[in-house]
Protein backbone atom coordinates (compact mmCIF):
# COMPACT_ATOMS: atom_id res chain seq x y z
CA UNK A 1 0.00 0.00 0.00
CA UNK A 2 1.37 3.21 -1.06
CA UNK A 3 0.82 6.80 1.57
CA UNK A 4 0.50 10.11 -0.41
CA UNK A 5 3.13 12.53 1.79
CA UNK A 6 2.87 16.08 1.15
CA UNK A 7 6.72 16.36 1.73
CA UNK A 8 7.99 13.25 0.28
CA UNK A 9 5.40 12.41 -2.66
CA UNK A 10 4.18 8.62 -2.29
CA UNK A 11 5.53 6.28 -0.08
CA UNK A 12 5.67 2.70 0.66
CA UNK A 13 3.06 1.93 4.30
CA UNK A 14 6.39 0.33 5.74
CA UNK A 15 7.62 4.07 5.97
CA UNK A 16 5.23 5.09 8.47
CA UNK A 17 4.00 4.45 12.13
CA UNK A 18 0.46 4.82 13.06
CA UNK A 19 -0.71 6.39 15.99
CA UNK A 20 -4.47 5.82 15.75
CA UNK A 21 -7.69 7.29 15.73
CA UNK A 22 -7.10 11.21 15.20
CA UNK A 23 -10.61 12.13 16.78
CA UNK A 24 -10.41 12.07 20.02
CA UNK A 25 -9.35 15.35 21.95
CA UNK A 26 -6.73 15.12 24.77
CA UNK A 27 -8.56 16.47 27.60
CA UNK A 28 -7.39 19.91 29.33
CA UNK A 29 -6.41 19.26 32.53
CA UNK A 30 -4.64 16.98 34.89
CA UNK A 31 -6.79 17.40 37.98
CA UNK A 32 -7.67 13.91 39.61
CA UNK A 33 -11.58 14.47 39.04
CA UNK A 34 -11.19 14.20 35.27
CA UNK A 35 -9.69 10.86 35.39
CA UNK A 36 -12.63 9.23 33.72
CA UNK A 37 -11.59 11.63 30.77
CA UNK A 38 -8.27 10.35 30.29
CA UNK A 39 -9.42 6.94 30.72
CA UNK A 40 -11.77 7.06 28.20
CA UNK A 41 -8.92 9.11 25.79
CA UNK A 42 -6.39 6.57 26.64
CA UNK A 43 -8.00 3.47 26.56
CA UNK A 44 -11.38 3.79 24.47
CA UNK A 45 -11.18 3.97 21.03
CA UNK A 46 -14.01 3.18 18.16
CA UNK A 47 -12.51 0.12 15.13
CA UNK A 48 -15.08 1.67 12.54
CA UNK A 49 -14.98 -0.48 9.21
CA UNK A 50 -14.98 1.82 6.65
CA UNK A 51 -12.77 5.90 6.45
CA UNK A 52 -11.81 7.62 9.11
CA UNK A 53 -8.83 9.69 9.89
CA UNK A 54 -5.44 8.64 11.84
CA UNK A 55 -2.34 9.83 12.64
CA UNK A 56 0.44 8.62 10.97
CA UNK A 57 4.43 9.48 11.37
CA UNK A 58 6.75 9.47 8.57
CA UNK A 59 9.48 8.00 10.31
CA UNK A 60 10.91 6.20 7.58
CA UNK A 61 11.10 9.66 5.88
CA UNK A 62 10.75 13.26 6.43
CA UNK A 63 9.26 12.12 10.18
CA UNK A 64 6.16 14.86 9.90
CA UNK A 65 3.42 13.78 11.60
CA UNK A 66 0.11 13.21 9.16
CA UNK A 67 -3.23 12.78 9.39
CA UNK A 68 -4.36 10.09 6.91
CA UNK A 69 -7.76 9.01 5.70
CA UNK A 70 -7.96 5.58 5.73
CA UNK A 71 -10.54 2.69 4.46
CA UNK A 72 -10.70 -0.13 6.17
CA UNK A 73 -12.98 -2.02 4.30
CA UNK A 74 -11.20 -1.43 1.02
CA UNK A 75 -7.58 -1.58 2.73
CA UNK A 76 -6.55 1.58 1.09
CA UNK A 77 -4.72 5.36 1.76
CA UNK A 78 -6.45 8.56 0.83
CA UNK A 79 -6.33 12.65 1.36
CA UNK A 80 -3.79 14.10 4.22
CA UNK A 81 -3.01 16.68 5.72
CA UNK A 82 -0.34 17.67 8.01
CA UNK A 83 -0.31 17.59 12.07
CA UNK A 84 0.98 21.03 12.80
CA UNK A 85 -2.45 22.23 14.07
CA UNK A 86 -2.50 19.77 16.56
CA UNK A 87 1.23 20.00 17.80
CA UNK A 88 0.60 23.52 18.32
CA UNK A 89 -2.57 22.91 20.43
CA UNK A 90 -0.20 20.27 22.48
CA UNK A 91 2.95 22.55 22.70
CA UNK A 92 0.39 25.59 23.98
CA UNK A 93 -1.07 23.23 26.53
CA UNK A 94 3.15 21.85 27.52
CA UNK A 95 3.42 25.83 27.84
CA UNK A 96 0.40 26.57 30.36
CA UNK A 97 1.32 23.47 32.17
CA UNK A 98 4.69 24.60 32.88
CA UNK A 99 3.57 28.67 33.92
CA UNK A 100 0.56 26.93 36.41
CA UNK A 101 4.12 24.84 37.51
CA UNK A 102 6.36 27.60 38.31
CA UNK A 103 3.53 29.84 39.84
CA UNK A 104 2.20 27.03 41.93
CA UNK A 105 5.43 27.32 43.10
CA UNK A 106 5.73 30.84 43.79
CA UNK A 107 8.31 30.93 40.75
CA UNK A 108 5.85 32.97 38.55
CA UNK A 109 7.76 35.91 38.47
CA UNK A 110 10.49 34.10 36.34
CA UNK A 111 7.52 33.64 34.06
Known amino acids: MLIPCPHC?????????????????RPATNDPASMDQW???????DNPRGRFDEYAHHSGGCRAWLVVSRNTG????????????GLHQLLKLRDLRSKTLLASKGLGQLI
Open 9 to 25: GTRPVEEFTFLGDAKPT
Open 39 to 45: FDYVYLR
Open 74 to 85: LRFFSGRTTRET
